[in-house]
């Protein structure tokens, strides 16, 4: 109790200064989980009064044929999307680690996709991929081939992967650029004189030290392939307002917003944060022990 010191003006300041994003992140963040939580033990359809429901929303989920379809499409699109976009940053950001005229044009070109409206991206997918001429299937028709249905139900999902990884090297690029431009120099050059072949230095030399940027690039890239949204409701969503690959999010949406099944919609929303928090857990305990092997 002696060591307690009355706050100085300076730190009311402080407090005055961080109040804003503290009050946001109080009633933004943690007032939206809290709510959602609240929700999802409820029936609500946003007209009526909310009536208590228990937990039968979470007993329904797995009855409920499109949270399977969505789940099983969230789990598909991560397993594509995750090792693509990690392994397609890592050599971009490889090869644009150089000092070569015009290299900052480049690094602009990669990452400009990132920072573009995902609604203006989409549509211009969506034109690329469109049946009757689309920029896709003019190449196909030209190599002699078929005009392809991309965004059916058969393609969609490989459709959207390529356009999510395409927005995605960027960001990932960026980290990893962050990652090699830490690497002393030295060590390749050594290494180099030493008679170690381009894949031996990337193998014992880059690697290892990209191990921390590569393991938050996966985090990071499969939260993101968790909540990905914007492209799949862009690209794949029908006439009837339906989708030919919903996700998760998408089915969320379309649960709350459509059908005003609020308790499902937060029931599914609350589902989804625990497998990212679980699967976040799950590689923090490996990168643990693949610290403690090292």
Not at 71 to 86: E, G, K
Not at 177 to 186: E, M, T, V, Y
Not at 194 to 223: E, K, N, S
């Amino acid at each position: 109790m002696g060591n307690l010191r009355p706050m100085g003006p300076e730190r009311w300041w402080v407090l005055v200064f961080l109040a804003p994003t503290l009050l946001g992140l109080l009633l933004g963040t943690f007032g939206s989980i809290f709510a959602t939580l609240g929700i999802s033990f409820t029936d609500w359809d946003l007209l009526t009064p909310a009536t208590l429901a228990g937990i039968s929303n979470y007993v329904d989920l797995p009855g409920d044929r499109l949270f399977r379809n969505a789940l099983w499409n969230t789990l598909a699109f991560s397993a594509l999307y995750v090792p693509a976009t990690v392994i397609i940053s890592l050599f971009v950001a490889i090869g644009l680690n150089r000092r070569i005229p015009g290299i900052s044009f480049f690094r602009v070109a990669f990452f400009l996709p990132t920072v573009s409206s995902p609604t203006a991206v989409g549509l211009l997918w969506t034109w690329i991929y469109a049946e009757n001429n689309g920029l896709m299937n003019r190449i196909v028709t030209a190599l002699g081939g078929d005009p392809v249905s991309w965004l059916s139900r058969d393609v969609a999902l490989y459709s959207v992967v390529i356009v999510n990884v395409w927005g995605a090297i960027g960001g990932g690029m960026i980290i990893f650029l962050a990652g090699l431009q830490s690497i002393p120099k030295d060590h390749c050059e050594v290494a180099a004189l030493d008679g170690a072949t381009p894949w031996q230095r990337l193998r014992f030399i880059t690697l290892p030290a990209l191990a921390p940027a590569m393991f938050f690039q996966i985090v990071l890239t499969t939260i993101n392939a968790f909540q990905a949204f914007d492209y799949i409701y862009i690209l794949t969503r029908t006439g009837n307002g339906n989708s030919t690959m919903p996700t998760l999010v998408f089915s969320i949406y379309r649960t709350g917003f459509r059908f005003f099944r609020m308790g499902d919609a937060a029931a599914q929303a609350v589902v989804l944060t625990g497998m990212i928090f679980v699967l976040t857990l799950v590689y923090f305990r490996l990168q643990k022990r693949w610290g403690a092997q090292a």
